[in-house]
């Protein structure tokens, strides 16, 4: 299925069991770089929780080994900022959540995969688009 331009599978569900829905396109994020936090056909991509990075978290990252700011052309990645969506590494989220560092996240571009790592309850309580 295309969406946008942009290749997705159709059997992706977010952590509120509804249709995923993108996270970002500028900049292309998710693992195969559809914009989506896909796990893919065989569930194998982990780039699956959608953030709103913020300056404090991507100075965290850094210092545990996972630099996001900073831009690497060669892969075609200009770097984050405060304020970028982002499909970040589950497990990277659970260990800025564990260290008090983790970033807010858009559930309904979290792709429900990540509930066999994280609760929802604990993905709600950081939530940016929940009334």
Known sequence: MTVGGHFRWPEQFNVLGEE?????????TGF???GYCAAGPDG???HLVCIEATDEFLAYSSSVGNDLSTPMPAFAFAGLKAGDRW????MRWQQAHEAG??????LRATNQVVLDLIPLETLRAYARDLN
């Open 20 to 28: 995923l829905q993108p996270c970002s396109t500028d900049p292309l």
């Open 32 to 34: 195969f770089r559809t």
């Open 44 to 46: 194998a991509a982990q």
């Open 87 to 90: 499909c970040l590494v589950a």
């Open 101 to 106: 560092m983790a970033p807010r996240v858009y």
